[in-house]
């Protein structure tokens, strides 16, 4: 059974900084690439970050690159994301989902390559 349960969010003031944790099971997890996507309140989802099986590879959109850092921990079937210099902008429900495959792409951005997805943890930037 393939479970991926996110935790770290919570309330945060702006310029603030969180590590977002998925810990999975239920699958090889070295073997396959990972990401975080979030959800705005009112808004569709946004892919957040992706990195690699092997986590030498990652990618960001405009919207976090030098904000939001992807990695993972093949040996403790963990992947994380460092969210620092927050925005309220940035207050959303966070997921971390897994790709069909191993390594990441441009159209890795595709939601319809994702066949797992955690439920959610809430993550709220304000003064």
């Known amino acids: 059974q393939v479970q991926l349960v996110e935790s770290g969010g919570g309330l945060v003031q702006p310029g603030g900084s969180l590590r977002l944790s998925c810990v999975v099971s239920?699958?090889?997890?070295?073997?396959?690439?990972m990401s975080w996507v979030r959800q705005a309140p009112g808004k569709g989802l946004e892919w957040v970050s992706s990195i690699n099986s092997g986590g030498g590879t990652t990618t960001y959109p405009n919207s976090v690159k030098g904000r939001f850092t992807i990695s993972r921990d093949n040996a403790k079937n963990t992947l994380y994301l460092q969210v620092n210099s927050l925005k309220p902008e940035d207050t959303a429900v966070y997921y971390c989902?897994?790709?069909?495959?191993?390594?990441?792409?441009?159209?890795?951005?595709?939601?319809?390559?994702?066949?797992?997805w955690g439920q959610g943890t809430q993550v709220t930037v304000s003064s």
């Open positions: 989902a897994k790709v069909k495959s191993s390594e990441i792409t441009i159209a890795t951005m595709d939601f319809h390559l994702y066949d797992y």
């Open positions: 239920g699958f090889t997890f070295s073997l396959y690439a």
